[in-house]
């Protein structure tokens, strides 16, 4: 069982950047891949930044590639997603996931959610 908890949305103007934290519980953390999921108002749930176990290999779709990066602390349980040249189509509830698979994009490969935490992007 892993229990996560995301922190670090807020309203933040277009070109900005911020850091977003996901804390996860228990011993077993970096037996996971690790992602990062958002949803905006009306759509459907998007992959955003994905992470192996080691740290090693991650993975972006071209909407946020070379603006975001995820990265992991194993030692502090820790996933993160920086996000650099914030834009407005950025706004969304940000959502980190585990996954015993993989790297994967699709949601269906992970089995544990936090609640997720709203970025907003707006002037």
């Known amino acids: 069982q892993v229990q996560l908890v995301e922190s670090g949305g807020e309203l933040v103007q277009p070109g900005g950047s911020l850091r977003l934290s996901c804390a996860a519980s228990g011993r077993t953390f970096s037996r996971y891949a690790m992602g990062w999921f958002r949803q905006a108002p009306g759509k459907e749930r998007e992959f955003v930044a994905a992470?192996?176990?080691?740290?090693?290999?991650?993975r972006y779709p071209d909407s946020v590639k070379g603006r975001f990066t995820i990265s992991r602390d194993n030692a502090e349980n820790t996933v993160y997603l920086q996000m650099n040249s914030l834009k407005p189509e950025d706004t969304a509830v940000y959502y980190c996931?585990?996954?015993?698979?993989?790297?994967?994009?699709?949601?269906?490969?992970?089995?544990?959610w936090g609640q997720g935490t709203q970025v907003t992007v707006s002037s």
């Open positions: 992470i192996s176990k080691n740290g090693l290999i991650t």
């Open positions: 996931a585990a996954s015993a698979i993989g790297t994967s994009p699709s949601a269906s490969a992970y089995d544990y």
